[in-house]
């Protein structure tokens, strides 16, 4: 069970768009439609932001939306905001009742 | 609102086992439909889950944690613990505990530091 992929950092200016990336296999990510992100500031516990690839929890901008091609899913921060800057993490279910995170990805705000 | 509380030692000596508590308040552990998780985080590294129980009892582990893992459930106290035993250096992390269901965690306790030192 390896963690899925992710760019180690993405940056953008406000009010852009970005997109985060999630790789993984057809073992984790392309078998299962339970892909779920989170944003983590320092010192802070991580909140979910993206659930079953694409829905959003209550309260949770409509700025952020989630997809997902083949072994491959995505995060999409649109109109990028000051607050934004943190960490972002994905995590897909993997079979047999476990479940692997991605390797980060760190957000700038230039 | 419901809330989650780690507890536990901050600091465990190499080959002993670290031992947290989880308390839940603001709802039962016992409700249906969720799974109660632990997850760790090394000083300046990624999330890596570690397992989850069920109310009923049932345990799921990650693979490369899993012959040194117990997770436990205390339903008359509203919480959920964990057992790593044999530990080391490489241990050393922020460990949360979470409610998961459907391949998500959705709520999180604030988190715990774990030092493995002598």
């Known amino acids: 069970q390896s963690a899925l992929t992710q760019p180690a950092s993405v940056s953008g200016s406000p009010g852009q768009s970005i997109t985060i990336s999630c790789t993984g296999t057809?073992?984790?990510?392309?078998?299962?439609?339970?892909v779920s992100w989170y944003q983590q500031h320092p010192g802070k516990a991580p909140k979910l932001m993206i659930y079953e690839g694409s829905k959003r929890p209550s309260g949770v901008s409509n700025r952020f939306s989630g997809s997902k091609s083949g072994n491959t899913a995505s995060l999409t921060i649109s109109g990028l905001q000051a607050e934004d800057e943190a960490d972002y993490y994905c995590c897909s279910y993997a079979g047999s009742s476990t479940n692997v995170f991605g390797t980060g990805t760190k957000v700038t705000v230039l | 609102q419901l809330q989650l509380q780690e507890s536990g030692s901050g600091l465990v000596k190499p080959s002993q086992t670290l031992s947290l508590t989880c308390a839940v308040s603001g709802g039962s552990i016992s409700s249906g439909g969720y799974s109660w998780s632990w997850i760790r985080q090394p000083p300046g590294k990624g999330l890596e889950w570690i397992g989850y129980?069920?109310?009923?009892?049932?345990?799921y582990y990650n693979p490369s944690l899993k012959s040194r893992v117990t997770i436990s459930v205390d339903r008359s106290k509203n919480q959920f613990s964990l057992k790593l035993s044999s530990v080391t250096a490489a241990d050393t992390a922020v460990y949360y505990c979470?409610?998961?269901?459907?391949?998500?965690?959705?709520?999180w306790g604030q988190g715990t530091l774990v030092t493995v030192s002598s």
């Open positions: 129980i069920y109310h009923s009892g049932s345990t």
């Open positions: 057809s073992s984790d990510v392309g078998s299962y439609n339970l």
């Open positions: 979470a409610r998961s269901g459907r391949g998500a965690f959705d709520y």
